[in-house]
């Protein structure tokens, strides 16, 4: 048998986004725990290797508490209000709100891909893309 990481990987992403399994439960007995990350600016046309290199300690932080029973808010968003979305806009000859959207999409499949723990049903946005 050989091993196909995109067969794999795109099996386990499916389940954990169906099964919610990185979700924090509202109603817990669990011992709580907040992380954080930086949320990237969506003003470019995807990720660069900075953005998961900050996030590999604080997702593997979640996952270590939620192994330790903790019921862990690990939500990921989006900082798309402001000067980078509108440079990117202006660079690409196009609306903010069109590239936020845009941009915002391409990130998340990049960060689905990559395989984090967040929390996505508690995404954030600081803008209404």
Do not use: C
């Amino acid at each position: 048998m050989k091993y196909n990481p995109n067969e794999i990987e795109a099996k386990w992403q499916k389940y954990w986004l169906e099964n919610k399994t990185f979700a924090a439960e509202n109603n817990s007995e669990k011992p709580k725990y907040y992380v954080l990350d930086m949320f990237p600016y969506p003003s470019g046309a995807g990720l660069h290797v900075g953005h998961p290199l900050g996030y590999i300690a604080s997702d593997i932080y979640a996952r270590f508490k939620r192994h330790k029973g903790f019921n862990v808010l690990h939500p990921q968003g989006y900082d798309s209000f402001g000067l980078p979305a509108e440079q990117y806009a202006i660079q690409t000859g196009q609306h903010p709100d069109k590239t936020t959207k845009e941009n915002i999409a391409r990130y998340r499949q990049q960060l689905d891909k990559i395989g984090f723990s967040f929390d996505w049903d508690r995404e954030v946005r600081t803008s209404n893309a």
